[in-house]
């Protein structure tokens, strides 16, 4: 009763004018770091960050959540009109939003996405708010071997995800693997592979990885062709076009619950990375469909997954942050700064002593993710019309957005070079036919895997695998993995 | 008359050096005023490195009329922010706030990537340094550290790196009283192997004294001991290493030396070749920003304490470290620090 009176509490607790202002400010903020390809959530929040100094914890707090919370919202509208993920974890949303957009469903493909993310955001913030007075037990359910664990079932969707033959798939997920063992690793403190280069030192990065495999083939293609990204459908997109996009996440009720859970699950555990959560869910939803060949053609649901745990992530990533301090995603970390610099130390104390001012924020994460979804539907009959701009006059636009973008995600100009490398490479994989899906994915889960793989090994030996949640996950990896083939073999039963 | 002659000789020398040195330090000024500074941290936006350089920027940029521009160069276990400080044009205009602890182990293990050479650089002063402190968990083996060096059963500390502060602190300790120990590294963080140790993954660490303020708040981490030859203020209650144990000359070195490692601390340092009257400005301007009352209260409130130390006594603290071991003992630290515990 007591909880449900701080709930209340902490609803009302944002509707406070400074506090109301700086969430106002910062949603168009985050929409355009998320719709700009190359600007991060990341470069949103170390950009915002200096500007709490001073503030209030509550609306300093909400100026840096409520941003970071609607960047994947605006980058999955990248993803679907342009065929270039706004934000890295939006490269899954690619898959099949891309392919609607070419389709002249571009409309239908961004009611969806947006959906998805303000809805999944929402199921974020339930969650953490299920979890706030047992913050501490759930995150020390979560040791060393179930962070390599679901980094591991993560990697082995890389078979699944892309929209190839499995072996290409693979041979995909391995150059992605190869990619992430350069740099510092930081088990042994010995960079691999660095060719006694600065640049390398650090291993490579995921903007210009991400941004080289999907945006410098798609502008090639539209400069060569000179066609639009949409190959048929009206021009004149229709705002009831948008809805249908809505609509059809209620219509997939149970794909988006599945999809929300697992990016809360991914986001409560630290060390997975966000990037994950998204292709996890896109590959749960292509295993458990029952035409799982149209994945990658223009499938409504390869939409609804990959947004769903996108937005439903930063909630869960919210639970580690409170309770001890250890961020849940990259973007927490830097939030995590926020707090220190607001004078206040998230940990166990903190819960007890702040309790109130972590229903607060989940109240801000709710908000800017309702919020930002309603302003992009109104405008997406207008975006979606983007696809219909003939090629030649895009691509330009969208190199100098690309460069500019990586550029200035880190002011480093060896970054734009690796955009234009991995730009030929993924210009490579696409006329060859092999996914680029799967490279992202084996390059942003290796370094979670080694990592926690040695620390697992050293701290409970060989068997590190048989502790209860543990064997739970790999449970759950069999199952899925196998899905296809229990599907068959029930099938089979059922008939004889 | 001779004397007298020397006297007035004395005195014209001394004021056209005074002299010089003033017009020094007012074309340093003049130089400054209106450029723009590259302050650059090796740590990410939000954490403790970017907190110091952000709250500094807005006095530094006051006192000298600089324009200064923070850059975050995180990665390569810190060593590439001192890299790109090292490479930087001679021209004063390029300054970083270094993880001392990280930069001196670079140079001293000829770590792959390190391409600088502290004791050519310029050191401006100490921001802060903290005592180190060893911390066990409920579900460590042993009470104290005193224990520990008599048991058999293996502490397992948690470690972020093997070229980072935890790690030094936790194997020269562990090799110096001949604990038997095994070192994890890995964990991303102070706070994440803190979790790691409440789950008893691990039932030691090494943290600096704040940290272990900080943690051991609620009692499932305790402090057993100070690595220092006096107390730490934070904790008045715990005996240091040197209380503790009648160390032997040899053992009582490893401390020492680890002391000396902690003593750089977080310190600002720019690139050599510096022309001397900008070194000498920056010191000036610096050590005022430091000692200032206000800012030191400011900064203890946001718990990131300032203990200003000058730029002779880190340029001493780095040759102890670099400059004062033989080759055959440089071989046994970076046996010690990078091998030992890992097998």
Known sequence: MEYFALLADGFLRIWRLDVLLVMLAAIPFGLIFGIVPGLSGLSALAILLPFTYGMEPLPGLALLLAAHAVVYTGGSVTAIVLGIPGSPPNAATVLDGYPMARNGLGGRAIGAALASSGLGGLFGVLVLVAVLPVLEPIVLLFGSPETFLLAVMGITFIAVVGEGTVEKGLIAGLLGIFLALFGYQPVTSVPRFYFDSDYLLDGFRIIPLALGLFAIPEIVGLSVKGRSVAQRGDAHVRFSQVVEGVVAVFRHPLLFLKSSAIGAVVGVVPGVGGETAPFVAYAAAKQSSRTPETFGSGEIEGVIAPESANNAKEGGALVPTLAFGIPGSAGMAILLGGFLILGLEPGPEFMREHMDLGVGLAMVLAFANVAAAAVMILFAPWIARITFLRGHVLAPLLLAVVVLGTFASKNNPMDVVYVFVFGALGYVMKILGYSRAPLILGFVLTGAMETYLHISIRTYGLFFFTRPISLIIIALLVLGLGWPFFKRLFARWRRT | ?343
Request: charged residues 25%; hydrophobic residues 40%.
């Open chain 2, 1 to 343: 008359m001779k004397f007298d002659r020397a006297l007035c000789f004395a005195t014209v020398i001394v004021t056209a050096l005074m002299f010089n040195s003033s017009a020094g330090a007012a074309d340093a000024a003049e130089f400054y005023r209106g450029k723009t500074l590259l302050f650059m941290t090796p740590g990410s936006p939000g954490g403790g490195y970017d907190t110091y350089m952000r709250e500094i920027i807005p006095l530094l940029e006051k006192k000298t009329g600089v324009t200064v521009l923070p850059v975050n160069e995180p990665g390569g276990g810190h060593l590439l922010a001192v890299n790109k400080t090292y490479a930087a044009a001679p021209d004063g205009l390029t300054i970083l706030l270094t993880d001392g602890e990280a930069s001196l182990l670079g140079q001293l293990l000829d770590a792959p990537g390190a391409r600088y050479d502290l004791l050519k650089m310029n050191w401006i002063g100490r921001v802060n340094s903290e005592k180190r402190v060893i911390l066990f968990t409920k579900s460590s083996p042993y009470k104290t550290i005193v224990e520990a060096a008599k048991g058999s059963t293996p502490l397992k500390f948690g470690t972020t790196g093997k070229t980072d502060a935890t790690n030094i602190g936790a194997t020269l300790t562990s090799h110096a009283l001949g604990i038997k120990a095994s070192i994890v590294t890995g964990y991303k963080g102070s706070r994440e192997f803190v979790r790691a140790a409440i789950q008893g993954e691990v039932n030691a660490i090494c943290l600096s004294e704040s940290s272990s303020k900080r943690f051991s708040k609620g009692g499932r981490l305790t402090p057993v001991t100070v690595l220092a030859r006096e107390r730490s203020e934070l904790f008045p209650d715990v005996a240091t290493i040197f209380e503790q144990f009648k160390l032997s000359d040899d053992q009582a070195w490893y401390f020492d030396y680890h002391e000396a490692f902690a003593e750089i601390g977080r310190s600002i340092v720019s690139g050599p070749g510096v022309p001397a009257e900008r070194v000498a400005y920056l010191r000036k301007v610096f050590a005022e920003i430091l000692n200032d009352a206000e800012f030191k209260k400011h900064m203890a409130k946001k718990r990131r304490p300032i203990s200003y130390a000058d730029a002779a006594k880190l340029d001493k603290s780095a040759k102890a470290v670099l400059g004062s071991v033989s080759g055959a003992r440089k071989k046994e630290i970076r046996h010690i620090i990078m091998d030992k515990y890992f097998q």
